[in-house]
DNA sequence: TTTTATCTTGAGTAAAATACTCGGTTTTAA
DNA sequence: TTAAAACCGAGTATTTTACTCAAGATAAAA
């Protein structure tokens, strides 16, 4: 049950560009180097946030990265599909294109995954980048203290 | 974000225990027959089920398996952490041992994470195999009509 | 115009995880 | 005694992950 690191890495960066929204480009190496991801991965992770038409690059000289829109308006779902595809726990449930199992007679469990499925979307759906940035000011002036209280996990 | 077949499989076999519960020990072999699951495979996930105590088994002849307890103690978190370890989107929210990024600066987005297992662990540990089973009844009442519906996705 | 910073593309790859299979051993009810 | 089961350990093909690398395209700046 778990999230490969694109989703993980795509969300950093994402996060980054929103906390630097209305300047100029941010290069994919600043990024990189921030939130600590190797710059040759990262590369290929926005050439997808891009062509999904998340964010917008420049190329050349002072080129670099920014959101395609408002940090308001791009959530965590629409970064987590960029990068993983359709949120799915299991095939049958995928947000798309669901394949069924043979025996509809033995699939109650499938509702369970229906009901995953519908919790991780409603979560991820429900949380977009402006959020974030306010939540990293709010740390930023509590002096972290917030932040410190969440990594009791 | 996906669950390995392992989760997928071994409700699928937990549903079916708490199907036959309170009768004789039922075989693998059958279990697999009606569940659509190899045979050899699902011996593993029966071996993990066993070890971490949710289900009994009985060898030789007339042999087989049972839940360890009622359906309604045993929970489908129960099932998918046996099978695939502790609950975890991504390494830093670990239910178990989680670990941190190295700059807790840029850990806003962890707080993502936090919120997503937290809506799988809250779904997945509120619904138990009497549950389950209470609602197989009631498709094999109404004629499958509800699950049918379930299945427009 | 040349240089340099930057994105773009495609290919390649090592390591891990997944989803199994198989053959043999042990146990136990009939 | 026999047959039906669980149990165990090893092996393996395929897929996915998480990268790396090198060459090319573009555009701003010198
Ligand atoms: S449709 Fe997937 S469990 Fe049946
Ligand atoms: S602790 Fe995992 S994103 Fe920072």
Redesign the pocket.
């Known amino acids: 049950m ?8 795509g969300l950093k960066a994402m996060f980054d560009l929103a906390q630097n929204y209305g300047s100029h ?7 990189a180097e921030r939130q600590r ?8 992770l ?2 997808m946030l ?2 999904t038409g998340l ?11 920014i959101l395609a829109r408002e940090p308001a308006r791009i959530t965590a779902g629409d970064v987590v599909r960029a990068l ?1 595809g359709p949120i799915a726990p299991v095939y049958c449930v995928n947000e798309e294109e669901p394949r069924e199992c043979d025996e509809v007679d033995y699939c109650i469990t499938r509702t369970v995954w229906l009901r995953v499925r519908d919790g991780i979307t409603g979560i991820l759906d429900s949380i977009n980048l402006a959020d974030l940035c306010l939540e990293a000011e709010k740390v930023r002036q509590t002096g972290r203290g917030e932040h410190i209280k969440l990594n009791k996990y």
Chains 1, 2 share one sequence.
């Open positions: 778990r999230l490969s690191t694109r989703g993980y890495y480009p941010i290069t994919l190496k600043s990024v991801i190797s710059e040759s991965y990262l590369e290929q926005m050439a891009r062509k964010v917008k690059s420049f190329r050349g000289a002072q080129g670099g990265y993983e």
